[in-house]
């Protein structure tokens, strides 16, 4: 009992020494929390940043960065970290459960410089993660919502159909015939994604994982929700961001959905290989689709105040993220028709 008391007071100590660096409001106080660094800026404006209170201490401040989140983060370490191997900044101090979402606010470990490798090895590792916390009984994350910021995959596919001809035009104008496009609308109206739930990290784009020297560390899980389990798949694999250009090739995307089938296999979760494979182009085809729709949307409005989580995307990176969704859509659309010719023969 003296031991847990101690253990206890021990850890009040610490997490209100951490607290001392955050002013009431939210907001850092710079008296003590000094030569603040922005790291990136969030939906709502608010800046993460890495602050040293002495030339060889730092840690990263994180308030609220998105205002529909409030709460999520914290929710997610108290009730599923304990599940994870240690792949996440570890959480050193959070304001109180009860905070309002202007003053709610987080500091974590300084994991120092990342490296955002998006190679062959890296890759693999993080789909293997994926297939790991897939399998985790998602009775335990009751107090998870059923979608994060983006629109569920089924709206996705409504709203292309409600705006067919100016898909129809978006992918004329990029090379990507009509009538390619109207195989796609064609078999969407006989597809169905599977409603298995699993807990997603909701926003594994490929500025959200990185090697923290040999560690591979997946950050910012404010948008964790329960969804399918292509959500965080194709996010791995091919969703692209501005800031974070890469290269998939079709071997890799292969590759990297064996290991994933591989990996739940050994977790004791059998999936049939050429179904998941079928199913998985047509998803990526769909959010690729909106993806398109969306960066194109984004490209008009170059010139105005053209925010998107909290950055001003130059049209050069635009148009880069463009490129390279375009190449997921023409790569994905051609594995689920060569899916859909190998389920008929």
Known sequence: MILLLHFIQKSWVAM??????????GTLNDTLAQNCEILYTGTNGR??????VSPSESYVFKPLTNDEQG?????VYEHVFASLPPIYPRLLACSGAGTDGKEEWMIFEDLGPLQHLHEEETLLRAIGLVAWWHALPTDCFTGLPLRGPKPLIEEMASELYERKPEVLELCSSLGFSKQQVQRIYVQLEHQSFAQQLVLSHG?????NYALSGERLM??????????IPLWDVYHLIDMSHPLFPRRMTSDLRVRMLDTYLEQRDLLGISVDRAAFLLEYGMFAV???LWMLMLIQSDLQRIGTDLHRNGDKWSKEQLEAQRGETLACLNECATMMEWGQVKRCK
């Not at 709460?71 to 929710?75: K, L, V």
């Open 16 to 25: 209100n020494r951490f607290h001392q660096y955050v002013n009431a409001d």
């Open 286 to 288: 769909v959010f690729s």
């Open 203 to 207: 926003d594994l784009h490929p500025g």
């Open 218 to 227: 997946v950050l910012d899980w404010e948008h964790a929700h329960l969804n």
């Open 47 to 52: 800046h993460v940043e890495r602050f040293y």
């Open 71 to 75: 709460g999520r983060e914290r929710w």
